[in-house]
């Protein structure tokens, strides 16, 4: 059964690091591509960007380029999603989700993380 | 960037038809998923490649994709479909991922 995983819910303040998970089972990890979506509370589904396990080729979405920074492990199967400075705007649940080649869809999610980012 | 304009909300009577649009520049050129997401829960996929459906998901879930607008059609609408449903595609040039504003499917 493929399944993503997700780190549990996140509490920081603003300016602190945050680096959020996503493990992988069920399925050939390295044939996949893992990607990153959010939601601001009552918002729509925003896409983040995407990564591919085998050379950790990432694409970012412009919006969050420069902003948070997708990685890798294969050992553990697990992909991230990090935060060096964190604010109160990134408050907002993560979700991963899986695909396979473009223009394929994303086709099995995780359960979602929630970080919310408040002093 | 590619830009997806969803309704902001449709509603229908339970058992009637019903057809939430996503228009986009070309938008046939393209792939077009969907996701029903219902609350407090994560997107699921309901069609792919504009119109083949996943496993598990019923007959009832349709798509078509012509000209400059996708829709998500929903036969026979019951309480259990409302829900918010995002239209979403690949830019083709840099493998971008873009989501459409997402319409909630009210049942009255």
């Known amino acids: 059964e493929v399944q993503l995983v997700q780190s549990g819910a996140e509490v920081r303040e603003p300016g602190e690091s945050l680096k959020i998970s996503c493990k992988a089972s069920g399925y050939s990890f390295h044939t996949y591509w893992i990607g990153w979506v959010r939601q601001m509370p009552g918002k729509g589904l925003e896409w983040m960007g995407i990564?591919?396990?085998?050379?950790?080729?990432?694409r970012y979405s412009p919006s969050f380029q420069g902003q948070v920074t997708i990685s890798v492990d294969n050992f553990v199967k697990t992909a991230y999603l990090q935060w060096s400075s964190l604010k109160a705007s990134d408050t907002a649940m993560y979700y991963c989700?899986?695909?396979?080649?473009?223009?394929?869809?994303?086709?099995?999610w995780g359960q979602g993380t929630l970080v919310t980012v408040s002093s | 960037s590619y830009v997806l304009t969803q309704p902001p909300s449709v509603s229908v009577v339970p058992g009637e038809t019903a057809r939430i649009t996503c228009g986009g520049n070309?938008?046939?050129?393209?792939?077009v998923h969907w996701y029903q997401q219902k609350p407090g829960q994560a997107p699921v996929l309901v069609i792919y490649?504009?119109?083949d459906r996943p496993s598990g998901i019923p007959e009832r879930f349709s798509g078509s994709n012509s000209g400059n607008t996708a829709t998500l059609t929903i036969n026979r609408v019951g309480a259990g479909d409302e829900a918010d449903y995002f239209c979403?595609?690949?830019?083709?040039?840099?493998?971008?991922?873009?989501f459409g504003g997402g319409t909630k499917l009210t049942v009255l």
């Open positions: 070309n938008i046939r050129s393209k792939s």
């Open positions: 990564i591919h396990p085998v050379d950790s080729d990432t």
């Open positions: 989700a899986r695909r396979s080649t473009s223009p394929a869809p994303l086709d099995y």
């Open positions: 979403q595609v690949w830019e083709s040039s840099s493998d971008r991922g873009v």
């Open positions: 490649y504009d119109s």
